[in-house]
């Protein structure tokens, strides 16, 4: 049965996450072997031991957490969107995000301003595309798809304003934001954490979204209640997105490419699904960092381009398979 | 239990501009093999979502097993009465054994796994729809007549006590139309109640026992098929004039102009 397949494959991802975890931290200018990690992570003051725990740790757990969050932030919309293309920006989050992070910048405004304004943003985008999308009463995926890219062109156009008009100096931070970067590493235990309870609050769905999925109707004859589940997903969704957005600005293609990966090889039942995607799309995101800050050391790339570098290929390659 | 499974009194079913049913009473008993019949756009798949509590009345009042449909809790009323789409739709791959086990949603607990009761009766389901040995196909990869008896595997997976089947021998060749209508027949002697909406008159006449026609604008009726089954009361519902051709045991209908003795 591909039950038991996919227990192999979440015990797989699992220990594969630790593998990138052990990379992630002892990666880099100053390598560091097993125990002195350890030593390092435990407390002791040996040499590199304020590298490890200071500067790797809380930047590998935030990549971990944010590719977690983009990921089943992604799966969640592709339920909600029944649209397996759909991807956690898709609704203009992250252009709510970028425009109120980029208008503090812009400002002159120094941490922790940009994040808090970059979930603010994230928040307002979120209720005026599910306000815009309701508005008419009836409610439809292709609407709400639809009010999410309107919303999010009016938002990309107001980013580009933005770095049109914005100084030399301020400029630089404000594209790096745009590409995602996880150096800051601001709050990890959060970004940890709200991974952690959104996998709980939504594994007892898992079930219903199975059947969201199939059509809304359908569900609804079922005994799904749609209506609370489908503001569940969204509110959920874009909360996720939020708090990953506002901890390593907007990094592509983790949502969209790590279900559609996991749903070939495992299928689409949301009760694995979800945990494998959280969990695929963290060590995407960490390998994918750890990448960035050492493959051209001492210079660091953006992590958002290099999820992006990785993405486009897989998905274009995904997206010819599937024709066939 | 000698109640109807499902009542509707004074019922008024409306959706945008169209007028499906105005002040309908209409009583589903067990054993009853009801045909929906009436004209493209006249309202048949808004009334028989309403019927399934999917769609609100305009006015009137729903009662399943005598209680007040709104009384009922979603996942109860679930098992007893199923709903098939019309538009049966699959964005996602999917094997068709999980698309049939999703009509035992209903009997699981929230953090139930289907177990080997629940795949046996999706096997069982799928067999009786002719799709012995499909379990692992994706449903996508399906012709549209072998997703429909999906669909239709879906619903008898739920083993509800009504079925309310919205048009459910579309894209099925005559040998599937002809076995699901007796599939169906078999559970109405087993005592479920069944309404479908159907296009094709003739099949229609052939399984029902009794005929809902809808005649566009709010009007209907509702009665046996013997009482209705006649040229000129099914020509108004279809909107175009019959005739009837008997051989001595069956009648069929035919349109008047396609009749090559007109």
Redesign the interface.
């Known amino acids: 049965m591909p039950r038991t397949r996919a227990l192999v494959l979440l015990c797989t991802l699992a220990a594969l996450a630790l593998l990138v975890f052990a990379w992630a931290l002892a990666a880099g200018e100053v390598q560091a072997d097993a125990t002195s990690m350890w030593q390092a992570l435990a407390g002791g003051d040996a040499m590199g031991a304020a590298v490890v725990r200071e500067l790797r740790w809380p930047r590998a757990l935030t990549a971990f957490s944010c590719g977690g969050l983009l990921a089943l932030a992604g799966a969640l919309m592709q339920v909600l969107l029944r649209n397996p293309l759909a991807d956690p920006y898709v609704l203009g989050v992250s252009g709510g995000a970028a425009l109120a992070a980029l208008a503090c910048l812009l400002l002159g405004l120094s941490a922790p301003w940009p994040d808090l304004a970059a979930f603010g943003g994230a928040f307002a985008a979120m209720c005026l595309v599910f306000g815009l999308a309701r508005g008419a009463g009836s409610w439809t995926p292709t609407r709400l798809l639809l009010t999410g890219v309107v919303v999010a062109a009016g938002c990309s156009a107001g980013v580009s304003l933005m770095l049109a008009l914005a100084p030399d100096r301020a400029l630089r931070g404000m594209l790096f934001w745009l590409m995602g970067d996880a150096s800051g590493a601001p709050r990890p235990y959060l970004a940890l954490g709200v991974l952690t309870l959104g996998l709980l609050v939504c594994l007892p769905f898992a079930r219903e979204l199975n059947l969201f999925a199939r059509g809304e109707r359908p569900a609804q004859a079922l005994g799904v209640n749609t209506a609370r589940l489908r503001r569940f997903i969204f509110l959920l969704a874009s909360l996720l997105t939020a708090v990953s957005v506002s901890a390593v600005g907007s990094v592509g293609f983790v949502g969209l490419v790590v279900p559609h990966l996991l749903r070939l090889a495992i299928g689409n039942d949301q009760r694995l699904l979800l945990p494998a995607a959280a969990l695929a799309g963290g060590v995407l995101l960490l390998a994918a960092d750890t990448l960035a800050r050492t493959v051209a050391s001492p210079l660091q790339l953006p992590v958002g381009v290099l999820t992006a570098l990785i993405g486009v290929p897989l998905f274009l390659w995904l997206l010819g398979r599937q024709a066939r | 239990m000698s109640g109807p499974l499902l009542e509707a009194q004074a019922v008024c079913v409306r959706v945008g501009p169209v007028r499906a049913a105005e002040a309908l009473d209409f009583a589903l008993h067990p054993g009853d093999r009801v045909a929906v019949l009436g004209r493209n756009g006249v309202g048949k798949s808004t009334l028989l979502?309403a019927l399934?509590g999917?769609h609100p009345l305009a006015a009137g009042a729903l009662r399943v097993l005598g209680r007040p449909l709104a009384s009922w809790?979603?996942?109860?009323?679930?098992?007893t009465r199923?709903?098939l789409?019309q538009?049966?739709?699959?964005?996602?791959?999917?094997?068709a054994l999980?698309?049939v086990l999703?009509?035992r949603?209903?009997w699981?607990g929230?953090?139930d796994?289907e177990g080997l009761a629940e795949q046996q009766l999706a096997r069982d389901a799928l067999a009786a729809m002719a799709l012995a040995g499909f379990e692992t196909r994706n449903v996508q990869t399906l012709s549209g007549g072998e997703r429909q008896r999906v669909a239709l595997a879906a619903v008898l997976a739920?083993t509800p006590r009504a079925y309310l089947l919205d048009e459910p021998l579309t894209h099925l060749d005559l040998a599937s139309q002809v076995r699901v209508l007796a599939h169906f027949r078999g559970l109405a002697e087993a005592g479920a109640g069944v309404v479908m909406v159907i296009h094709d008159l003739n099949l229609a006449l052939s399984w029902a026992n009794r005929l809902l026609l809808l005649h566009g604008d709010g009007q209907w009726e509702c009665g046996s098929r013997e009482a209705l089954a006649r040229p000129e009361t099914l020509g108004r519902a279809l909107g175009f004039p019959l005739r009837a051709v008997a051989d001595g045991e069956d009648a069929i209908f035919v349109p008047m102009h396609a009749s090559p003795a007109a």
């Open positions: 979502a399934a999917l809790p979603a996942r109860e009323l679930a098992r199923a709903w789409s538009h049966p739709d699959d964005p996602f791959a999917g094997s999980d698309a999703t009509g949603h209903p699981l929230r953090f796994w739920q």
